[in-house]
């Protein structure tokens, strides 16, 4: 049992690139997650699934897309890759996204940095 | 959103208890308090959670005011693996459905 798993680790983009970070859980859960974190700061939400062909915005979407074809996989694109998104990147999933007392389980992280 | 205040950073002794704090003064009757922590490099993962009544787990323990306004979060033995930033968290209606409001946390040194 894997957990969340996130692929790349680390990942250096110049400006205007575009890539794909992915994120897959083996939990069978119905929610999922992407969050970022800047240095210093807690994590905000990107956008979230409530299952499969199912996404909505959290509170910073700009510049970013999701997909969510599968209940595993949750993929971020970046299509116009800005410095204001050098951060490190977190997938979660929970079994229960509107059950106020569910447990959200966290992947490693991707660190971008866009140069 | 309903919101969380801790103190920015707490230092305990190694095998003593570390009480982190948090106060929620708006939280509402169906929210409820959670717990997670952020080690060095990592992602967060989920400490406690409770709603009004005291809350022990095999990590820690939780203890809820009376009115429901603040929370403390007690390590009853601190170890440097316990270093790491604790966010104190509202869940429910008033801080949104789906997501978690988590704040800049207590970072918690341990000294040896």
Redesign the interface.
Same mark, same amino acid.
């Given at each position: 049992n894997a957990g %969340?798993t996130q692929t790349p680790k680390f990942r250096i983009l110049k400006i205007g690139q575009s890539m794909t970070l992915q994120c897959t859980q083996d939990m069978n859960h119905n =929610?999922m =997650?992407w =969050?970022r974190q800047d240095p +210093?700061? +807690? *994590?905000? *939400?990107i956008y =979230?699934s %409530?299952g499969a062909g199912i996404t909505?915005k959290?509170?910073v979407p700009n510049g970013y897309n999701v997909s969510r074809s599968t209940t595993e996989d949750f993929p971020l694109r970046l299509e116009l890759a800005a410095p204001s998104q050098t951060s490190v990147y @977190?997938c979660?999933s929970s079994s229960l996204? $509107?059950g106020? $007392?569910e447990?959200?389980? @966290? +992947?490693? +992280?991707t660190r971008l940095l866009v140069l | 959103d309903a919101k969380t205040t801790q103190p920015n950073s707490m230092e305990s002794n190694e095998e003593e208890p570390v009480h982190l704090p948090c106060n929620h003064s708006t939280i509402s009757g169906t929210d409820y308090i959670h717990w997670y922590r952020q080690l060095p490099s990592q992602g967060p993962e989920y400490v406690i959670h409770g709603l009004t009544s005291n809350v022990n787990n095999r990590m820690a323990s939780l203890a809820i005011a009376e009115d429901r306004k603040s929370s403390t979060l007690i390590l009853h033995r601190a170890t440097l693996r316990d270093a790491a930033v604790y966010y104190c968290i509202l869940r429910g209606p008033t801080s949104g459905t789906y997501k978690y409001i988590f704040g800049t946390g207590t970072r918690l040194k341990v000294l040896a």
């Open positions: %969340v =929610y =997650y =969050y +210093g700061m +807690g *994590l905000k *939400l =979230y %409530v909505d959290g509170e @977190f979660a996204g $509107s106020r $007392s447990t959200q389980y @966290f +992947g490693p +992280g | -």
